[in-house]
């Protein structure tokens, strides 16, 4: 990757660029918005008839969506190239599930014991990290699921002639 943020072989535009983590964004904003409102029984005090609840699972999806951002782009330093999700690779999806698992413990860990949210009693705790099974696979799993659905919308261009 060079100074732009390219690769060989790669088209880079900034144009491309924001509207590429724009689209990661609101789709990462969307699927962890209904994962958040689908994990509402797992959470103390989260009744789905209270829009206070719909606004608190907003807000968690806007840290969510954020936090994918901060995935790709340490991704895309990582990879040396902004289109790296394109083609997940055993490496790449190594890197999803290693940074979703740190993400998702450390977020749990310091939500826990800050009392920002407890868990019900159906929610699956995992024993030796301590943490909620849905908001630890909800780390690995949707980000990964953001960029597929992302790529498949608005793929990275090739330089006319270059290898695919």
């Known amino acids: 990757m060079d100074s732009s943020g390219k690769t060989q072989g790669e088209e880079f535009s900034w144009i491309s660029f924001l509207k590429r ?7 990462s904003l969307l699927i962890n ?3 958040e409102m ?3 029984p ?3 005090e989260m009744p789905l008839s209270d829009i206070r609840s719909w606004l608190m699972c907003l807000r968690a999806a806007l840290g969510d969506a954020g936090l994918t951002l901060v995935i ?6 990582i990879f040396r190239s902004w289109c790296w999700p394109d083609r997940l690779s055993a490496g790449k999806i ?3 599930v ?5 993400i998702g413990v450390l977020i749990e860990i310091f939500a826990l014991s800050d009392n920002r949210w407890e868990y019900s009693s159906s929610m699956l705790v995992i024993p030796w990290l301590g943490v909620g099974a ?5 780390m690995i799993c949707l980000p990964c699921l953001s960029f597929i659905v992302s790529a498949k919308i608005y793929p990275c261009r090739k330089k006319p002639g270059s290898a695919a």
Request: aromatic share 28%.
């Open 21 to 27: 983590i724009s689209l990661i964004f609101f789709v």
């Open 33 to 35: 918005y209904f994962w």
């Open 38 to 40: 689908a994990q509402m």
């Open 42 to 44: 797992y959470y103390r």
């Open 72 to 77: 790709f782009m340490t991704g895309g330093l």
């Open 94 to 96: 190594g890197y999803l």
């Open 98 to 102: 290693l940074s979703g698992s740190l």
């Open 134 to 138: 849905v908001p630890f696979i909800q």
